[in-house]
């Protein structure tokens, strides 16, 4: 079965501080792969998606960057994290053009202080 | 521009009652349907979905509602438990997009 990890699950950054988040898949082979973030309150915004290695669609222009290294690895960056960065960050997939469900990650709550 | 929207924020339903979430979307082109539940700093959890070539879908206690004329969609949970009291989230796509359109989510609470 497949299985999706993300981490760390909570972290906290100061202003200006790089920022490094880490997700994986397991169980599928060349998945779609995706960013999402939820703001306090709001709904989910989608950050970047990935249709293979290397290959990163952005969503919303910020200062986050994405990159997919290993086909089953996404990663989510940003040199200087802004106070508006913090939210909880959730990484999924789904099986590619054969079907829309996309499974979600556990996420990462990130606050910058 | 919210091409898939959920109008209630939020929704108190008695246990053992029925709960009924909503969602209306814009975009014509959206031709598949789907809810996801989502607890307190957790992932979305997909719950069930529909085609636009059906007007139901059942998995046991959830329902999901297809009116393509008005371009409406609604979950029915029946009958509503308090594990339900959750973050709903509509989601909607169309064919040869990677991405879903997520609504804002509707606060349903089950009230014991």
């Known amino acids: 079965s497949q299985t999706i990890h993300q981490w760390p699950a909570t972290l906290v950054q100061p202003v200006g501080s790089p920022l490094s988040l880490e997700c994986t898949v397991e169980?599928?082979?060349?998945?779609?792969l995706y960013w999402y973030r939820q703001a306090a309150g709001r709904g989910l915004q989608l950050l970047f998606y990935s249709v293979g290695i290397g290959q990163i669609s952005s969503e919303v222009p910020q200062n986050l960057s994405a990159s997919r290294p290993q086909d089953r690895q996404f990663i989510l960056s940003s040199k200087k994290l802004l106070l508006s960065d913090s939210g909880f960050y959730l990484c999924?997939?789904?099986?590619?053009?054969?079907?829309?469900?996309?499974?979600f990650g556990p996420g990462t709550r990130l606050t910058v202080t | 521009d919210q091409q898939v929207k959920q109008n209630s924020p939020s929704l108190s339903v008695q246990e053992g009652r029925i709960s009924i979430l909503n969602c209306d979307y814009t975009?014509?082109?959206?031709?598949?349907f789907l809810w996801y539940k989502k607890y307190p700093a957790e992932g979305p959890t997909f719950l069930i979905s529909i085609s636009s070539i059906k007007d139901k879908n059942e998995d046991g206690r959830f329902t999901v509602f297809l009116n393509k004329s008005a371009k409406h969609l609604s979950l029915h949970i029946v009958p509503s438990q308090p594990g339900d009291s959750a973050v709903y989230f509509c989601a909607a796509s169309h064919f040869g997009n990677e991405k879903l359109t997520f609504g804002t989510g509707t606060r349903l609470t089950i009230i014991p």
């Open positions: 975009n014509s082109m959206f031709d598949y």
């Open positions: 169980g599928t082979s060349n998945p779609n």
């Open positions: 999924a997939w789904n099986a590619g053009t054969t079907t829309y469900e996309q499974y």
